[in-house]
């Protein structure tokens, strides 16, 4: 059976490479599209701001995962909308059709809606909404790629420059570890030594070495080494990766103090992914579920995102 990981896992790291290197996601998964964009002209992020529009007086109902405008090589400007979709949800294709509809309504410029299928399922592959009744019919489709069909050849992967090849290969590692924390640790140390094969500047290893801590999720003794070991390989070519916090963190002799406001800046962060999910998956929440997310414990937020696979509600999550 597949392994299911809570997206919170995803969510984040994903979001963070798409906006620092758009251009590598859509060479990687969608060329031909990416041929026809103007890259000269940078992309401009539109995400947050469709997200504080609103829609019907009800802000944040629809949460994109990524909004871009792009100049397009005929001169033409354009939105392209990205999710990210990491679990099998059979409400997708219609939630796809639902953001390109309001997205359109909010802009006056022509849409590309695109999804990268990232789930374990390989004879998922949503790539059209449909709809009959009474002679009116809807007929939406979309661009979708699935992340399965990318990691035939690991060896290909690893040798890639692009960093999306990097993070796809990331994706599936912690997909296929299955919760055992030495195949998990003994993946994410490959990633972190592979990040130095490509000759990637300061930046983009950085954003990439922090989406391998968001996606591959270490328990405290494994994670404690795999720190040890990224702060060696970081002495070996030069370069801090850890900041100034996680190093003293590390460091022997550290205050019990000091673990516990790390565990609340991870509580604090899973709440708010948790919480972003919630509002993509079933609209607007109340104070009283948002109060219930505030005050959760981090190990009872894992245990939420776990139920969001399967759960068609709310009531279903907190059971």
Known sequence: ?????????????????????????????????????????????????????????????????????????????????????????????????????????????????????????????????????????????????KLLDYVTDIEALEASSNPVAWLTLAHWRSQQAHHDPKKLYAAKLHLTALLFRHGWNKKRILVLFDAINWMMTLPEPYQRRYWQAARKLGKEHEMKLLNPLEQMFFDDGIKKGLEQGLEQGRREGAVVLLERLLVKRFGPLSQTTRKKLATASLAQLEAWSDALDEAQSLKQIWE
């Open 1 to 145: 059976m597949p392994n299911t990981v809570p997206s919170a896992r995803y969510d984040l790291p994903w979001k963070a490479v798409l906006k620092h290197a758009l251009r590598a996601f859509l060479d990687f998964y969608f060329p031909d599209f990416s041929a026809r964009i103007d890259w000269r002209q940078r992309p401009r992020f539109r995400d947050k701001e469709f997200a504080r529009s609103g829609f019907s007086g009800a802000p944040n109902v629809m949460v994109a995962d990524i909004l871009a405008e792009v100049r397009m090589r005929d001169g033409r400007q354009g939105l392209v909308h990205i999710e990210i979709q990491t679990q099998r949800d059979a409400t997708m294709a219609k939630r796809m059709h639902d953001y390109n509809y309001r997205i359109s309504e909010t802009y006056d410029l022509p849409l590309a809606s695109l999804v990268l299928l990232a789930d374990e399922y390989p004879r998922w592959r949503p790539a059209s909404f449909d709809q009959q009744f009474e002679g009116t019919a809807t007929a939406f489709s979309f661009g979708s790629a």
